[in-house]
C-alpha cells in the first residue's frame, strides 16, 4: 500500500517542477558573428586597446618640403640676384666651378684642390656680386662676377615679337653680365645641389646656404649704393615700392623688381611699346608701359 501512495505522490511533484528557473542558470546565449573568410582575426588582444573601446587615431604623417616655387624664383631673383657680399674662401675659376651639396659640411680640401687646378676667379676678402641665378631640378647656379661659364649664344635665346607692321625679332639672354667689368667667364660659378628637389626658400634661406663661401653682413645693396644717386622724387618712389612716370627699366626694376609677364609691341605711328605685367588677375595687377626706355603710362587694376 505504500508504494501506492508514492507513485501519485511523485507525479504531483514532477509536474510541479520549475523548468524555466533551471533554464535560467544557464550562462546567457551570446549572438553569432559572422566573419569574413578573408578577415585576420588576432590571437591576442593589442596591447594598446583602450579600455573605454574607443580606437587611437594615427598621428599625420608630416609633410614634407615642397619643390621651389615660381613665385620664390621671381623673389630670390629680385632680392639675391645682384647682392653684393664679401668672399670668405678663394672660389676656383672655370666653367666645372665648385659644387656643394646642400646639408653636408663644406670640403675645404676639395674646394682648395679645385682653385689649385683652375685658378683663383675670386680671392678670400674679395667684394663679390651675385650676377646671375639658374634653377634646375637639382640645383641652384650661382654667379658671381659674371660666372665661370663664359656667355650664351645669342641663337640659344631668340625670341620672334608679332605686332604692328611687320614682325620684329629680338635676341635676349637670361646671361645675367652684372656691372661693367664683370665679364661672363671671368668669375666663379657655385653649384648648390639637392638630392630629391630644390625646396622652397626665402632669400634669407639662400644667403644662408651661400654663407660658408659668401658673407652678406654689413655689406650694402647693390640697388642701396645705386639709390643714392638717383633725384630725390625717383630715390623717394623707389623706397616706397612704387613706379614713377619718367623712370627706365632699372629704376622700375629697383622699385618693383622684375615683372612677372612683359608683351611687346608698336603703336600706330610705330614706336615700340613694351608693357611690364606685376600680379595676375583678379587680384591686385600693376601694368607699366614703356615706350622707348622710359616710363609713360602707369594703370593699377582694381583701382
Not at 631640378?137 to 608679332?162: F, S, T
Not at 612683359?262 to 608693357?275: A, L, P, T
Amino acid at each position: 500500500m505504500p508504494n501506492w501512495y508514492a507513485i501519485p505522490l511523485a507525479l504531483v511533484l514532477l509536474g510541479d517542477a520549475d523548468v524555466p528557473r533551471v533554464n535560467s542558470l544557464r550562462p546567457p546565449e551570446r549572438p553569432l558573428v559572422n566573419f569574413p573568410s578573408d578577415e585576420e582575426i588576432p590571437i591576442f588582444p593589442s596591447a594598446g586597446d583602450s579600455t573605454d573601446g574607443s580606437q587611437a587615431q594615427p598621428k599625420p604623417a608630416s609633410t614634407p618640403n615642397q619643390p621651389l616655387q615660381e613665385n620664390s624664383k621671381l623673389t630670390l631673383i629680385r632680392f639675391v640676384s645682384g647682392e653684393f657680399a664679401k668672399a670668405v674662401k678663394s672660389l676656383p675659376a672655370g666653367k666645372e666651378g665648385f659644387n656643394l651639396i646642400v646639408g653636408k659640411p663644406l670640403d675645404t680640401q676639395l674646394l682648395n684642390r679645385a682653385v689649385a687646378t683652375h685658378g683663383a676667379a675670386v680671392n678670400s676678402g674679395d667684394n663679390v656680386q651675385i650676377t646671375g641665378l639658374e634653377f634646375r631640378a637639382h640645383q641652384i647656379v650661382v654667379d658671381l662676377n659674371g660666372g665661370g661659364r663664359g656667355k650664351h649664344h645669342w641663337r640659344d635665346h631668340l625670341q620672334i615679337g608679332i605686332g604692328g607692321p611687320s614682325p620684329t625679332m629680338q635676341s635676349t639672354s637670361t646671361q645675367e653680365t652684372g656691372p661693367p667689368g664683370l665679364q661672363p667667364g671671368m668669375g666663379s660659378t657655385i653649384f648648390l645641389e639637392w638630392n630629391k628637389f630644390v625646396p622652397d626658400m626665402t632669400p634669407d634661406d639662400l644667403k644662408k646656404i651661400l654663407s660658408p663661401f659668401l658673407n652678406f653682413q654689413n655689406e650694402r645693396s647693390a640697388s642701396v649704393q645705386w639709390i643714392d644717386t638717383l633725384p630725390p622724387e625717383m630715390k623717394k618712389a623707389i623706397q616706397e615700392r612704387r613706379p614713377l612716370v619718367g623712370m627706365d627699366r632699372e629704376e622700375v626694376i629697383a622699385a618693383m623688381g622684375k615683372p612677372d609677364h612683359k608683351v611687346r609691341e608698336r603703336d600706330s605711328e610705330g614706336n615700340d611699346i613694351e608693357d611690364w605685367i606685376y600680379g595676375q588677375p583678379p587680384s591686385k595687377t600693376v601694368f607699366v608701359r614703356f615706350t622707348g626706355d622710359h616710363v609713360t603710362r602707369i594703370e593699377q587694376f582694381p583701382q
